[in-house]
């Protein structure tokens, strides 16, 4: 069946360093592809998304591009802040509008 | 309010007890479902409303699990005989039903099965 696959973490980063979460996926179809953020105390929240091969999902400066041949969506960030600590969770969606998730990356920033 | 409401968010209980679990969905939201988050196993999907199409419940782990939806709007989780393996934070997310894949999520309701 289908799935996600994304890097443990947690991640841990200095603010303003280069952010990079690895995601990869196994499907049958053509399916989109999501990241989602759980910040501390809230609930989930779509952060970004892709439909189709070579897209370019990107949101408060993240970005990630649907790459079909490497059945990746790589989350990255030029410069993180403290405020993006959360957890992110990379998803993907098929044929309706039930996602399949990840296992979640904690990324942790420090001033 | 106008976010995904669960309630109760916390509940402890002891094991061979049930639980229900309540979520009130966005107004005019079609699609409801319910997750569950388990320290290190990410999101796992329980079941699928949509509309009024028979829910896809592929994903309730045992027949001590179940979940209705009356009238498309509220939905109720229910955990027969709890075990301690039930302990985890049960998310409900509704979405438009429209295919875009924005799941709009509660904060959850945690079960503690003692």
């Known amino acids: 069946g289908d799935s996600v696959t994304q890097m443990e973490g947690p991640v841990t980063l200095s603010e303003e360093a280069f952010l990079t979460i690895n995601c990869t996926y196994t499907?049958?179809?053509?399916?989109?592809l999501f990241w989602y953020v759980q910040y501390p105390g809230e609930g989930l929240q779509l952060l970004l998304k892709?439909?189709?091969?070579?897209d370019k999902g990107s949101n408060k400066g993240f970005e990630a591009t649907y790459r079909k041949e490497t059945t990746s969506f790589h989350l990255e960030k030029g410069s993180v802040q403290v405020s993006d600590s959360a957890v992110y969770f990379c998803a993907l969606s098929d044929q309706d509008d039930k996602l399949i998730f990840g296992t979640g990356t904690r990324l942790q920033v420090f001033p | 309010g106008a976010g995904v409401s669960q309630s109760p968010s916390n509940k402890v209980t002891e094991k061979g007890k049930d639980v229900e679990l309540r979520c009130d969905p966005i107004?005019?939201?079609?699609?409801l479902y319910w997750y569950r988050q388990s320290l290190g196993q990410g999101l796992e999907f329980l079941i699928y409303?949509?509309?009024?199409?028979?829910?896809?419940k592929s994903g309730l782990p045992s027949d001590r699990f179940s979940a209705e939806r009356t009238g498309g709007s509220v939905s109720t989780l229910t955990i027969q005989r709890t075990q301690q393996e039930d302990s985890a934070v049960y998310l409900c997310?509704?979405?438009?039903?429209?295919?875009?894949?924005?799941?709009?999520f509660g904060e959850g309701s945690r079960l503690t099965v003692l």
């Open positions: 107004s005019g939201h079609t699609a």
């Open positions: 409303f949509q509309g009024n199409s028979a829910p896809d």
């Open positions: 997310a509704s979405s438009p039903g429209q295919n875009t894949g924005e799941l709009f």
């Open positions: 892709a439909t189709k091969a070579d």
């Open positions: 499907a049958t179809g053509y399916p989109s």
